[in-house]
């Protein structure tokens, strides 16, 4: 009776999956001998909000993941330029993993459970195992590398965009960041009026010119506050 209620218990759960499989793609679209492998195959594994489920320092995974409940971040970093990339976020019926399983390397990202989150999950074993006799899996596979690869050079193409763009700037003429008359006063004008002038400019330095306007010298409020420190260690 025992046996009895046991295998009874299974069969539900594997129809629970096989139905829960079907509402999703790719997995609506196996072949219903592989859906029937992975509802043999696969078990739940519970992850606490805010529980690191993969990194790229943890080696290769060992899982293949489909999210049955709940939400997971998926935190890249940040590009070589410094610029940060987006948090991505996948919930219900979506998978992860694949691109490192299918190439025995680690993800190149952190997936962070967002809330409690329940996954469903097929061993490292039994994915490859599911690719090999599925052709509408390796269908998956390749199509998902695919795509991979495009983002990879997508990625390579705004990376060298952006270098191209700062090594522009990086020649462009001084003149072109110009984009008004410089402030000047001549030698005979005092501080205060000076000042005055920097702060109607809304500048930080002024020129200081002779009646011919010739260049003689900068100066700037971190001159003024310069002297007054001075006169001050002077009094003490």
Known sequence: MGAETRTS?????AASVL???RRYPPFD??????L?????????????????VLAPDRG????????????????????????????????PGECFSVGALLEKRPVTARYVAAADTFCYQLTAEDFSALVHRSPRAQDFAR??????LRESRQLLKMQFAGAATEQQSINRALRSLIGRPPVSCRLETSIEAALRTMHEAKTGSIIVVTPGNEPLGIFTRHDILDRIALARIDLQ
């Open 143 to 148: 199509n998902y590398l695919t795509s991979l």
């Open 60 to 91: 290769a995974p060992a899982f293949f993941y489909i999210i049955q409940r709940g939400l997971v971040h998926i935190s890249p970093g940040v590009l070589e330029t410094g610029a940060a990339r987006e948090t991505l976020a996948l919930g």
């Open 9 to 13: 218990a299974g069969d539900k759960l």
């Open 29 to 34: 679209k196996l072949e219903p001998d592989a």
């Open 36 to 52: 029937e492998f992975m509802a043999a195959h696969l078990a739940l594994g519970y992850y606490p909000k805010d529980t690191v």
């Open 19 to 21: 139905t829960f499989l």
